[in-house]
C-alpha cells in the first residue's frame, strides 16, 4: 500500500486482545482470525452471467458507442477485469437526449399516472426478483460486501421504485390544488458509492413525475446499471423512457452542456457539483446536486455507550466509509472519551476485512486505487499534522485495493482530516465539554448533510437537532434508509431533496 510509515508513537495497531503491535500492516502476522475465525462462507457467483462488452442503452436498445471506444471495468477485490463498457461521446449523447425527447414527446408525458405506475410497479417487482444476483454484481464491480448489497442496497432499491410507484397517480394530492406537469428530459449523474440505489433514486422519482431520463452511471461502477437496463427492457418500459450511457467525467459533461436537457441531478463530489453549478447556471435547467459531508456524530456522557459505538461503528465503516452522510466526525464529551475510545478500539479490532463475497465480510474493498491514494494521503497529512492513529490489525488480501478500519484521537479542528471528505473507513475523534461546544463544533464545517446524536434524553435530543445544520439528523441510531424520507444537504452538500413527498419536487412544475 502507497503508505508512509509513520512514527510509531503515533500508531497503534489493535488486536483482540488490545494488544499493540507497531509492524507495518504487510508484515503483522495473522488477525485475531485464529481465534475468531468464521469457515469461508462465500456467496455463489459462477451462476452470474457477465457480458464481455457492455453496450449504451439508447432508445431501447444496446447499442455501440459511436466513438468505438471501450474501457475495462474491474474488480476491486482481485483487480480483474470484470467487462469492457462501452464509452459514451457527444454523439451518443445526444443520440440518447432525442430519444429521450421524443419517448417524453410521443409517450410518457401524455400517460396517466395509473399507467406509469404500472411500469414502475414491474419494475420493482423484477429488481425484487432479480435481487441477488444484482446483489452479486455489485458486489463484485464495486468491492462493497454481500451483506450489505444483498440486505441493505437491493431492498432499498426495490423499495424506492415502489414508492414512486405509488405517487405516478396521486400527484393531485401531494401537491393538493396545484396542477403537477413534469419537466421534460433529465439527466442524471450518479457516483460509485451505491451504484444501484442511486440510480433508483434518480430514476423512481423522475418517472413517476412523467420525465423521461438519460442516466450515466460512474465509470468503476457501470455494470448494474446496464443489467437494470435488461431489467427495463423486460418491463417492456417503452423505447427511450430511460437512456444509460457509460462513460467517465468527459460523457458527463457531454451531458451536462447538451442543450435539450430541463433538468440535472447530480450526485458525487463537492468539486465537480460546483463545475456543474457554473456550467448550468445561464440556461433554462433546473439542477439539484447532492454533494460530500462531513458529518458529526455527538455522544452525550448520558448515552447508552455500547449502542453508541454500535452507531459508530456502523457510521463509519458501512460500506467502507464509502457514505457520502458517513459519521466521519465523532464528538465524544470528555467525561466518557476513554471508555468510549476503549470500546472503538475493541471492536474494530473484530471487524472482517476481506473477500466482499464472503457473508460474514464486514468490510469490503475500496472501489478503486484512485480512492485508496486519496484516503492514504489523507491519513499521512493526520500524521503529519500530529494526530494519533489507531489501526485495526486485519490481515489484508494481497491482491485488490484495501484499507483496514481505522480512528484518528488528537485530533484538532483545523487538522485536513476534520476538514475534508476522507471517503474511506477512517474516523476523527475529537471531544467536547457542553453542548453548546458541541453543536458549534458539529457546525464547524463547509458540508451540511447528516449528523447524529446520542443521548438518554429526548429533551436533548430536540434541544440540539433544531441547531445542527444538517439535512438529516439520526438520534442514538445512524445511516437509517427509507423511501419516504427526504434526503439532501445544506451549504456545500447541496441542495434539493431526494425520497419521500419532497423528492417529487424538483422532477415538476406546480401551477
Ligand atoms: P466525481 O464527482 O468525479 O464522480 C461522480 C460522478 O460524476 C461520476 O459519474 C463521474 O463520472 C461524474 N463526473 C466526473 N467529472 C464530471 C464532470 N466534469 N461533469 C459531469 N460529470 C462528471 O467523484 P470521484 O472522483 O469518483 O470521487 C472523488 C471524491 O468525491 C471522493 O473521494 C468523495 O470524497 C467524493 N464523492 C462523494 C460522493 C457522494 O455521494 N456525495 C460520491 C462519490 C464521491
Ligand atoms: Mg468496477
Redesign the pocket.
Known amino acids: 500500500m502507497p503508505r508512509r510509515k509513520p512514527s510509531t508513537s503515533q500508531l497503534a495497531i489493535v488486536d483482540r486482545n488490545g494488544e499493540a503491535d507497531e509492524r507495518p500492516v504487510a508484515k503483522r502476522p495473522l488477525d485475531f482470525g485464529e481465534r475468531w475465525s468464521y469457515a469461508p462462507a462465500p456467496e455463489a457467483s459462477n451462476y452470474i452471467k457477465l457480458h464481455d462488452r457492455y453496450q449504451l442503452f439508447i432508445n431501447g436498445r444496446f447499442v455501440a458507442p459511436k466513438s468505438g471506444n471501450y474501457f475495462d471495468s474491474i474488480n476491486p477485490a482481485t483487480e480483474e477485469k470484470l467487462a469492457e463498457i462501452g464509452a459514451a461521446n457527444e454523439k451518443d449523447i445526444d443520440l440518447a437526449v432525442k430519444a429521450a425527447r421524443r419517448a417524453y414527446r410521443n409517450v410518457w408525458s401524455k400517460m396517466p399516472g395509473r399507467e406509469r405506475g404500472k411500469y414502475l410497479f414491474r419494475i420493482a417487482r423484477l429488481i425484487q426478483e432479480k435481487a441477488r444476483e444484482l446483489a452479486v454484481l455489485e458486489t463484485m464491480d464495486g468491492g462493497k460486501t454481500i451483506k450489505e448489497s444483498r440486505d441493505i442496497d437491493l431492498p432499498l432499491v426495490a423499495a424506492h421504485f415502489f414508492y414512486y410507484a405509488g405517487w405516478a397517480d396521486k400527484l393531485e394530492y401531494a401537491f393538493p390544488g396545484r396542477k403537477a406537469r413534469p419537466l421534460g428530459v433529465a439527466g442524471q449523474?450518479?457516483?460509485?458509492?451505491f451504484p444501484l440505489l442511486m440510480a433508483a433514486w434518480k430514476l423512481a422519482p423522475a418517472l413517476a413525475c412523467g420525465n423521461t431520463c438519460v442516466l450515466?452511471?460512474?465509470?468503476t461502477t457501470s455494470i448494474t446499471a446496464l443489467h437494470l437496463a435488461q431489467i427495463l427492457q423486460e418491463a417492456e418500459l417503452p423505447d427511450g423512457v430511460v437512456n444509460i450511457v457509460t462513460g467517465?467525467?468527459k460523457t458527463?459533461?457531454a451531458l451536462?452542456n447538451h442543450t435539450d436537457i430541463d433538468k440535472i441531478a447530480f450526485?458525487?463530489?463537492t468539486e465537480?457539483g460546483k463545475?456543474?453549478a457554473s456550467a448550468v447556471v445561464r440556461t433554462k435547467k433546473k439542477l439539484t446536486l447532492?454533494?460530500?459531508g462531513k458529518a458529526a456524530n455527538i455522544i452525550f456522557d448520558d448515552a447508552p455507550i455500547d449502542q453508541a459505538v454500535e452507531g459508530i461503528i456502523a457510521g463509519i465503516y458501512f460500506n467502507q466509509g464509502h457514505v457520502?452522510c458517513a459519521g466521519s466526525r465523532l464528538f465524544v464529551q470528555e467525561s466518557v472519551f476513554s471508555n468510549v475510545i476503549r470500546k472503538l478500539r475493541d471492536r474494530i479490532s473484530t471487524l472482517r476485512v476481506g473477500d466482499p463475497l464472503d457473508k460474514n465480510t464486514d468490510i469490503g474493498a475500496i472501489n478503486s486505487r484512485a480512492?485508496l491514494d486519496?484516503i492514504c494521503e489523507l491519513v499521512d497529512s493526520g500524521l503529519k499534522q500530529g494526530a494519533q492513529l489507531v489501526q485495526s490489525r486485519a490481515r489484508l488480501p494481497a491482491k485488490g485495493y484495501w484499507y483496514p478500519p481505522s480512528f484518528f484521537t488528537g485530533v484538532t479542528a483545523s487538522h485536513r482530516i476534520a476538514l475534508e471528505?476522507i471517503?474511506g473507513p477512517v474516523l476523527s475523534v475529537m471531544t467536547f465539554r457542553t453542548p453548546e461546544e458541541a453543536i458549534a463544533r458539529a457546525n464547524n464545517t463547509p458540508y451540511g448533510l447528516s449528523a447524529g446524536v446520542w443521548t438518554d434524553k429526548g429533551s436533548k435530543i430536540f434541544k440540539i437537532v433544531n441547531q445542527l445544520r444538517a439535512g438529516v439528523v439520526w438520534a442514538n441510531t445512524y445511516n437509517k434508509f427509507d423511501p419516504s424520507s427526504p434526503f439532501g444537504g445544506y451549504k456545500e452538500s447541496g441542495f434539493g431533496r431526494e425520497g419521500g413527498r419532497h423528492g417529487l419536487l424538483p422532477y415538476l412544475t406546480l401551477s
Open positions: 449523474i450518479i457516483p460509485w458509492n450515466k452511471p460512474a465509470e467517465a467525467g458527463g459533461s451536462i450526485t458525487g463530489s465537480v463545475r456543474i447532492e454533494l460530500g457520502c480512492q486519496k471528505e471517503f
